[in-house]
């Protein structure tokens, strides 16, 4: 006989825990639920799980029907546009009916050969895309077995001969590095365990350098992995001390340095090697409190330098340079001065061109420097007329190539690859992705949705953009549902971008809006600095008159209107929730950092230390403590009818615990009152990231878009 499904929502026991911080004390009753090997505790996330199941049953058909969409619209198998590593061009492959791809490369015809090759059309799953191809790793034999699958990162040895790569097969983000020698396919004995990461490459490609972490997931440790040693004879090169600090090393594109990055949320530190001079060691750059930068090797007007981006000198950074040995901050020349408002982010350096990432008035801008022989030949923006849009650079591994590889995608359409050759200013579209008939044959037609950026003005007087889009001729009289989505926290920018699951939403008349509130690093470094620390507020109000705006303009109404974030996004929701209850058809919660102030007052939970230049301590600070008491979403659950809530997490996230969300649905359900239709989703075998093969994912996508089309009265 089967077990039938619960008839009433589960409630979690109480088990008082009482704590008293500058004077304040509050009783936890459900921290019990932190004991993740309690079968207990299991037990009552699996009653969660099958009350979810009870509640959304009835959506099961709907569910089906949008998983359908998105298969039918993604083009399952596929090809990547190839990058040229020296002498191959390397591209991954996707296959119908498998839930991982492939990753391949084919030899380059010509030394001066920079256009990437085609596919045949309709190639078949089982026939090599290109001629000469050669599979590298079959990611679906990696994950067989396993219920869960992620692929680190891989890196090709200089020589192209080996491959190392790293997996997770539990989800919590622990990796294995193992090499495979490309002409027998064979791995190589060599097996680093509980690694972060992937591995980077010696330019002689006799060892590779990897990351570890301590006990807190923070990764603190360098380390040199000579080929055909133990992972016990591996050298230590540096542990950083200072406990808001992180690590990670590279290797310049120019093959020639090799460098360690210290870095907390407000400095920055490096360790340089010269691969050409080896017997000067690692240098240290310097470590000045509040100073970020970032180092990029570059040859311009026949001079070795580093390119350093920088906020020294102002909050929306400059673009300096310095020799490659050692140098006092004053010393670094500015090459594109501080402007305020343009936030400078990043910067790539090749033999002929710079590239800066920069970003201003809310949207990303690409700037290209060519160089000649004496230096910065010109400087100009790769230019694109849409309203709105996303643009960056990507797949560029190569030092000497002439053409810039770009990607450009609108809320509208599809995100597409394109060639831009510096010399002649020529953009050619290499890809575009293909969005596939709907199940009942219509075609997609960029025309059917329009695109908007509206900007809404929070309680201080500070405009907040938001990117909409909607269904072409959509009516301004509140009738649309619209899902808003917000994140706003580590200056992570929510910037426009296309999703093929997210057509589901819109051919059936939804709009969909992203808020690009403070704490994010849609309007510069200001923007970031007023949404966090004793600002964090900024964030939750900022959504708040985004909502508003949005019901005031009537793009949609508050009975139709859903919002949605996920990890600090998570935090955001329940904020909301909690300020402005009445507001929401409904909210998403994905892995929702809701406890936060339990988080941040334990030091010896992972990350917590290396998080307080973002959200401040609470232990040592009592401001700090009276504003996250103020608007912790766990601390201030009240007996107010909340809209319907859907939480969701991963028993294996390592980022946001799984006992989050869970307590705080077990408070919600306990303390509200009214509708208190209250769900809790957690993934059994997942991380951060959710479940890992990509059709897994799509029936996650789909059951998270049946819950919200029903809030939205669309079910």
Known sequence: MSEQPPSVAPTAKKVPVTTTHHGDTFVDDYEWLRAKEDPEVIAHLEAENAWTTRQTAHLADLRQQLFDEIKARTRETDLSVPYRIRGHWYYSRSFAGKEYGASCRVPVAAPDDWTPPKPAEDCAPDQPALPGEQVLLDLNALADGHDFFSLGGSSISPDEQLLAYATDVVGDERYTIRVKDLATGELLPDTIEGVMGGATWDPDGTAF??????????????????????????????????????????RSRSDRFLMIASGSKTTSAYRVLDTRDRAKGWQEWPRVEGVEYSLEHAIIGGEDLFLVLHNATGPDFELATAPVTPTPVEAWKPLIPH??????????????????????????????????SSGIAD?????????????????????????????????????AVYAYDVASRGLTLLKESEVQPAPDGRPFDPAAYEQHRIWATAEDGTRIPISIVVPA??????????????????????????????LSLLDRGAGFAIAHVRGGGEMGRHWYEEGKLLAKPNTFTDFVACARHLVAEGWTSPDRLVAEGGSAGGLLMGAIANLAPELWAGIVAQVPFVDALTTMLDASLPLTVMEYEEWGN??????????????????????????????????????????????????????????????????????????????????????????????????
């Open 339 to 372: 402007q305020q408002g343009v936030r400078l982010e990043d910067v790539d350096a090749f033999a002929g061109h710079l590239v800066v990432h920069q970003r201003s008035e809310g949207l990303t801008r690409l700037r290209l420097l060519p160089l000649d």
């Open 618 to 715: 609470p232990t040592d600070d009592p401001a700090t403590y009276a504003c996250m008491r103020g608007y912790a979403p766990f601390h201030n659950v009240a007996a107010v009818d909340y809209p319907p809530i859907l939480a969701e997490t991963s028993l294996n996230d390592t980022r946001v615990l799984y006992v989050e969300p869970a307590k705080w649905v077990a408070k919600l359900r306990d303390t509200a009152v009214g509708r208190r239709q209250f769900l809790l989703k957690t993934e059994m075998a997942a991380g951060h990231g959710g479940v890992s093969g990509r059709y897994q994912a799509w029936h996650d996508r789909a059951f998270t878009l049946a819950w919200i089309l029903e809030r939205m009265g669309l079910a």
């Open 209 to 250: 350098h990897y990351a570890t972490v301590d006990e807190s997931w923070r990764p603190d440790k360098i380390w040199r992995h000579a080929l055909g040693t133990p992972q016990a004879d591996d050298e230590l090169l540096y542990t950083e001390p200072d406990a808001r600090f992180w690590l990670g090393v590279g």
């Open 473 to 502: 001729g959509a009516p301004r009289d509140g009738s649309v549902p619209v899902l808003l989505y917000g994140y706003g926290s580590y200056e992570a920018s929510m910037d426009p971008y296309f999703s093929v699951a997210r």
């Open 379 to 415: 400087d100009f923006l790769v230019e694109f007329d849409d309203e709105v849009y996303t643009i960056g650079s990507g797949s560029n591994p190569e030092f000497t190539q002439p053409v810039v590889r770009l990607g450009y995608t609108t809320m509208a359409r599809p995100g």
